[in-house]
């Protein structure tokens, strides 16, 4: 069993930065890739980007390329979302996942588990 837990969210001017943290415990999650998602009022949940199990590979949504970076410290258990640039449609519950494989692959999944999220506010 996997916990994942999400920090860093909050609410933020437009243009604005913020760094959302995603701990795993339970077991090491060196060996998976890692993924973050959103969700926004009234709309489904979309992916945002995801890393490879070693960092060496990474995918992002077209609408958050260039101004959001995922990372992962593996001691640390620890995978971020650098988010720069904020614009008020960025507004959303941000989750991240664990799939079930280390390679990028499918970035719509699967992933065996999920946290609860933490919610980031751009204002304009």
């Known amino acids: 069993q996997v916990q994942l837990v999400e920090s860093g969210g909050g609410l933020v001017q437009a243009g604005g930065s913020l760094r959302l943290s995603c701990v795993a415990s339970?077991?090491?999650?060196?060996?998976?890739?890692m993924g973050w998602f959103r969700q926004a009022p009234g709309k489904e949940r979309e992916f945002v980007a995801i890393?490879?199990?070693?960092?060496?590979?990474?995918n992002y949504a077209d609408n958050v390329k260039g101004r959001f970076t995922i990372s992962r410290d593996n001691a640390k258990n620890t995978v971020y979302l650098q988010m720069n640039s904020l614009k008020p449609e960025d507004t959303a519950l941000y989750y991240c996942?664990?799939?079930?494989?280390?390679?990028?692959?499918?970035?719509?999944?699967?992933?065996?588990?999920w946290g609860q999220g933490t919610q980031v506010t751009v204002s304009s």
């Open positions: 996942a664990l799939k079930r494989v280390g390679w990028v692959g499918d970035p719509q999944g699967p992933y065996d588990y």
């Open positions: 339970g077991r090491t999650f060196r060996s998976n890739a």
């Open positions: 890393i490879s199990w070693n960092g060496g590979s990474t």
